[in-house]
């Protein structure tokens, strides 16, 4: 079994920063790929950036170059840096990890962040 605990959510102005952590109950380099979704009201939920254990990551086009995933095995914690942020990254953000084990894939969620980006 994984439980993921997620944290960092918040309020902030547009151009400000915020940083989302998740920590594992196992060590996260068991988990094969993490990464954080997001869904807006209205809308279907989206993947946002992804991190596989051997620390290959991914991005949504909308995110690239202003947030940043990445994985620390020795906290068994996976954070994501957002900054720049605009209107329109205001959603509930998701912690996933996918565990590869006994010939399946098991996916894992945390309880989701809301983040509110607005003046």
């Known amino acids: 079994q994984v439980q993921l605990v997620e944290s960092g959510g918040g309020l902030v102005q547009p151009g400000g920063s915020l940083r989302l952590s998740c920590a594992a109950s196992?060590?996260?380099?068991?988990?094969?790929?993490m990464g954080w979704y997001r869904q807006a009201p209205g809308e279907e939920r989206e993947v946002v950036a992804t991190i596989t254990s051997r620390g290959t990551t991914n991005y949504a086009d909308s995110v690239k170059g202003r947030f940043t995933i990445s994985r620390d095995d020795s906290k068994d914690t996976m954070y994501l840096q957002m900054n720049f942020l605009k209107t329109e990254d205001t959603a509930v953000y998701y912690c996933?990890?996918?565990?590869?084990?006994?010939?399946?894939?098991?996916?894992?969620w945390g309880q989701g962040n809301q983040v509110t980006v607005s003046s």
């Open positions: 996933k990890g996918t565990r590869v084990v006994g010939g399946g894939q098991y996916a894992y």
């Open positions: 196992v060590t996260i380099f068991s988990i094969n790929v």
